[in-house]
């Protein structure tokens, strides 16, 4: 039989709610702000407080702090878009009792999940696993998330002998095509320090994230009819292909780890006349950010110059910026989350983020945010699952840092 955790999460995650990038509209897509109703309906039959779902899409609540908890507010956070760079729809999902670490075939898909090409799985062996049928996402991000944040409010509801302040809850669309904290309402959510619930394997903390811009290169031809194009045309997408074949090619997503940055190549389009580069620039270290759009511009530029007339141009706009400044001046946050997972004998896993979070752009506006794991994997793709036993431990450590909280009223941090 099904946890009331497992069943909320499928619940949630058989809403279409994935996110559209080339929409202009707030929330990008009706699916959200269909999830974000059936939420906010459920968090008031729990019985929070302050329960608003806004034009934007933005749903916030409080659970109330036990009488005479003095402690600073806190907030807990995810995410209600799933990406829209694969499926999510119709969900059909797997479960893998008891996983003993063979290759898991997903139904009639001809995709498999293995240790070989997911060496990551191998802290799940002996887990129940939810994974997806190889032909849509699962959802886990970040509706693990979700559950995860809800599940734990209801057990805090049900045990009052468990001391705690108030617990702001926001859930939030388009963090996955980069507009999550856009419209974010700070007014309304009055919590001294937040935790996302977006991370990955059970155990991740995370309060390192990539440096991030996106670099546009627009490209300049001369079209001329083939039969005619002696000495006249010029191929944009030709120059397209020899700029890109002359970038770092160790410097890519595919060569990278840990604190290592790269250009990421994520669409190229065009025709002889005009074409454009689109590249995902990232880098850990303020320093080397700055090399890495230095070096763009520097290549532009000599490009131009082997050319009859300067054909490249570059536009670059940073999209966030590594939280650790934000978050290291107020070490108890951390403090809290590892004494949290440690408390629900889980091993906190400290390590940065390879990509972007919500936490980041948050952290920068005044709310310092941190991020916590899941229990998810394969994120973004038709291998993703989840580990239900992760998934509980947690609600655990969501409880435990509740807990945690009220028992140091003096850490609130001041800017």
């Known amino acids: 039989m099904q946890s009331p955790l497992v069943q909320r999460f499928l619940r949630y995650a058989r809403i279409d709610s994935h996110s559209d990038p080339a929409s202009p509209s707030v929330p990008s897509t009706l699916g959200q702000r269909t999830l974000a109703s059936e939420l906010a309906d459920e968090l008031r039959a729990l019985g929070l407080s302050d329960v608003v779902l806004d034009a934007n899409g933005y749903l916030t609540a409080r659970l109330p702090a036990t009488l005479g908890c003095s402690a ?31 290759e ?32 849509t996402l ?37 963090e996955e095509i980069g507009r999550g904290a856009d419209h974010f309402p700070m007014e309304r959510f009055p919590a001294k320090w937040a935790y996302t619930v977006d991370g990955g394997e059970l ?23 083939p039969g005619m194009a002696y000495g006249s045309m010029v191929n944009a997408l030709t120059l397209a292909s020899v700029f890109h ?20 190549l994520h669409k190229m389009s065009g025709n002889t006349e005009a074409a454009e580069l689109h590249y995902l620039v990232r880098d850990f270290i ?19 110059n082997e ?69 998810g994997y394969n994120f973004h793709g038709k291998h993703e699952c989840v580990s239900i036993q992760a998934m509980h431990k947690a609600v655990e450590v969501l409880i435990a840092i509740a807990r945690r909280t009220a028992q140091h009223p003096d850490t609130e941090p001041h800017d």
């Open 138 to 174: 699962l959802g886990a991000d970040d509706k693990a998330g979700i559950a995860e944040i809800v599940t734990a409010i209801e057990t805090l509801l049900a045990a009052p002998d468990i001391v705690h302040g108030d617990i702001w809850l926001a859930f939030t669309p388009d």
């Open 307 to 375: 050319l009859d007339t300067a054909r490249l141009t570059l536009e670059i706009c940073d999209s966030y910026y590594n939280m650790r400044r934000k978050i290291e001046p107020h070490p108890h946050i951390l403090d809290i989350a590892r004494a949290a997972m440690q408390d629900a004998g889980v091993k906190p896993k400290v390590k940065p983020i390879r990509g972007g979070t919500d936490g980041s752009r948050l952290s920068f506006m005044g709310l310092p945010c941190p991020n916590l794991f899941t229990g």
């Open 286 to 304: 303020d320093e080397g950010f700055a090399r890495r759009k230095v070096f763009l511009a520097e290549r532009i530029a000599a490009f131009n």
């Open 245 to 264: 074949a002359g970038m770092p090619r160790t410097e890519t997503p595919e060569h990278s780890l840990g604190y290592e940055g790269f250009f990421h």
């Open 104 to 135: 898991i075939a997903l139904s009639d898909s001809g995709e498999k999940i293995s240790l070989k090409a997911f060496p990551a799985l191998r802290a799940c062996r002996g887990h129940d696993l939810i994974t997806t049928d190889g032909y």
């Open 203 to 225: 155990g991740e903390l995370e309060y390192e994230n990539f440096n991030a811009a996106s670099a546009t290169i627009r490209i300049r031809g001369n079209n001329v009819h």
């Open 72 to 102: 600073p507010a806190i907030g807990w956070i995810a995410h209600l878009d799933t990406s829209p760079d694969f499926p999510s729809q119709p969900l059909h999902p797997q479960f893998i009792t008891a996983w003993n670490g063979k």
